[in-house]
């Protein structure tokens, strides 16, 4: 009779410790999935800017005013390349674990004139890794001048759309809309927007987040 009391007690101890890290493990897996993912260059990663004007400050400011549970975590670089960003993701997916990427890379490669073979599987390949860890994606499409020739500039604008049509994954046509005929909306290298032209920004990226708008209410895993 004793030894029914000791092992039934026993199961009791195991039962509540197994409840607990079930728990921890729910509650732990609903911060991590409502993050959202910045994978950009300078344009995210307010180059030339005031700490905290940038259109990642401002998505973030947004969430809170709405009282979503997301968060966002920008992991972006000035400089940032689409080989570079591909080295770095699968460790941020990891560690991060988020439940949105938004993916604004590839204009570095068009300044160095890389391959857009090569930017297109980059490309690629993160939206892959990204899908499979679980998480919804946002493509920003990316446009250079003209003067790096009309094939080049028209093949690399096609790029986007393509991987957000094979993909299966949203789509910002054009991250910088309506700011590219306005020179006072950029610093004076004439190539990165000023803290005038982040609310433009923002409003792009919001607008094509609108597919989220009903998940950013809630985390993913609530």
């Not at 972006?76 to 674990?97: A, F, H, N, V």
């Not at 599987?121 to 446009?143: D, H, P, T």
């Not at 604008?157 to 909306?185: D, T, W, Y």
């Not at 920004?201 to 094509?208: D, K, S, T």
Request: aromatic share 10%; net charge positive.
């Amino acid at each position: 009779m004793i030894k029914n009391y000791w092992q039934s007690l026993y199961c009791r101890k195991l039962l509540t410790v197994w409840l607990f890290c079930l728990l921890f493990s729910i509650v732990s897996s609903a911060q991590a999935n409502s993050t959202i993912l910045v994978m950009g260059d300078s344009l995210s990663a307010e180059y030339g800017l005031t700490r905290g004007s940038g259109w990642v400050r401002l998505l973030e400011e947004r969430l809170q005013k709405q009282g979503s549970p997301w968060v966002v975590f920008n992991a972006s670089i000035s400089g940032e390349t689409t080989s570079g960003g591909l080295t770095r993701l699968p460790s941020l997916l990891q560690q991060k674990k988020p439940g949105i990427v938004l993916l604004e890379l590839g204009a570095n490669d068009a300044l160095r004139g890389l391959s857009i073979d090569e930017t297109e599987k980059n490309l690629r390949k993160m939206i892959q890794l990204s899908q499979q860890s679980g998480a919804k994606v946002l493509l920003f499409g990316i446009q250079i001048p003209p003067n790096y020739g009309q094939q080049y500039t028209k093949r690399f604008k096609g790029v986007f759309g393509k991987l957000a049509k094979q993909e299966n994954i949203e789509l910002l046509p054009f991250f910088m809309q309506g700011l590219a005929s306005q020179r006072e909306l950029f610093q004076a290298d004439n190539i990165h927007p000023n803290e005038k032209a982040q609310v433009l920004l923002f409003n792009n990226v919001w607008g094509a987040m609108s597919p989220y708008q009903q998940l950013l209410k809630t985390a993913p895993s609530q």
